[in-house]
Nanobody
């Protein structure tokens, strides 16, 4: 069973930066797809970024391209989300997700989820 725990959220001003971390336990994540999603109040869960285990490929949702970067450290069983030039529309609960078979931009591709962490962008 894979457990995921996010950290690094908080309040930041528009234009600022945050780095989220997601620590995985219970398995070797080197062969897992790792992803970040977010959900704002009253909205559906939205794909942010994913890192495939093969060839180090990364994928991003259109709203965050050029501003967010996903990276992973398999030795530390951790995936990161560096968020730059944050905007009020980035305010949401951010979730880490993992799957050992699939990759995609829809939440149903992922079997394992963290509890989520709040990111608030406001002046």
């Amino acid at each position: 069973q894979v457990q995921l725990e996010e950290s690094g959220g908080g309040l930041v001003q528009p234009g600022g930066s945050l780095r989220l971390s997601c620590a995985a336990s219970g398995t070797n994540i080197s062969t897992y797809t790792l992803a970040w999603f977010r959900q704002a109040p009253g909205k559906e869960r939205e794909f942010v970024a994913a890192s495939s285990w093969s060839a180090g490929n990364t994928f991003y949702g259109n709203p965050v391209k050029g501003r967010f970067t996903i990276s992973r450290d398999n030795a530390l069983s951790t995936v990161y989300l560096q968020m730059n030039d944050l905007k009020p529309d980035d305010t949401a609960v951010y979730y880490c997700a993992a799957d050992d078979l699939r990759i995609g931009a829809h939440p149903h591709f992922y079997d394992y989820w963290g509890q989520g962490i709040q990111v608030t962008v406001s002046s």
